[in-house]
T-cell receptor
């Protein structure tokens, strides 16, 4: 069975500092990994994905994530945080098939202080 | 990126009535769509996988007679909440995949049952 864990409910970072939001996963076969962001009372916005290829994936709004197969992790990072990055972030995993279901982590609330 | 349209974005209904939510892939065909439910300040819980031309696959604990799913075409899936009650009030989100692993999400539907 596939699963994804986000160990931190909340991450607090000062504006201008680097940020990391952690994600680990468990899936059979090669994973498809995603990060999404959600603002209050809104749907999900796609940030980035890892399907295959380069382990370092660059996405929207300056975010990037590194796929680490040995540690089964896909942590989200940004070199310099903005106050506008404050939102709820979800990591998601899908088994290596376009028909397999997408499972979400519990979410991490990112708070950037000015 | 691909666009998934979900309608309505919000709905208020009386207890005992049924509500239909539509999910459309606007610029791609999706043989598989997914329906999620999100409670306040919680993650997305997968309810069911909607397969075009066949019966939906429901997750454990989700009442199939309560949440009717129809995937009549490659661009449209509907979720009908039958005989809605206040405890069905929630944020419902659909997603669709054009293949290749990536999934796109609708903007969500806020259902309030009074």
């Amino acid at each position: 069975a596939q699963s994804v864990a986000q160990p931190e409910d909340q991450v607090n970072v000062a504006e201008g500092n680097p940020l990391t939001v952690k994600c680990t996963y468990s899936v059979s076969g090669n994973p498809y990994l995603f990060w999404y962001v959600q603002y209050p009372n809104r749907g999900l916005q796609f940030l980035l994905k890892y399907i295959t290829g380069d382990n370092l994936v660059k996405g929207s709004y300056g975010f990037e994530a590194e796929f680490n197969k040995s540690q089964t992790s896909f942590h989200l990072k940004k070199p310099s945080a903005l106050v506008s990055d404050s939102a709820l972030y979800f990591c998601a995993v899908r088994g290596g098939s376009s028909a397999s279901k997408i499972i979400f982590g519990s979410g991490t609330r990112l708070s950037i202080r000015p | 990126g691909a666009v998934v349209s979900q309608h309505p974005s919000w709905v208020i209904c009386k207890s005992g009535t049924s509500v239909k939510i539509e999910c459309r892939s606007l610029d791609f065909q999706a043989t598989t769509m997914f329906w999620y439910r999100q409670f306040p300040k919680q993650s997305l819980m997968l309810m069911a996988t909607s397969n075009e031309g066949s019966k939906a696959t429901y997750e454990q604990g989700v009442e199939k007679d309560k949440f009717l799913i129809n995937h009549a075409s490659l661009t449209l899936s509907t979720l009908t909440v039958t005989s809605a009650h206040p405890e069905d009030s929630s944020f419902y989100i659909c997603s669709a995949s054009p293949g290749g692993g990536e999934a796109f999400f609708g903007q969500g539907t806020r259902l309030t049952v009074v």
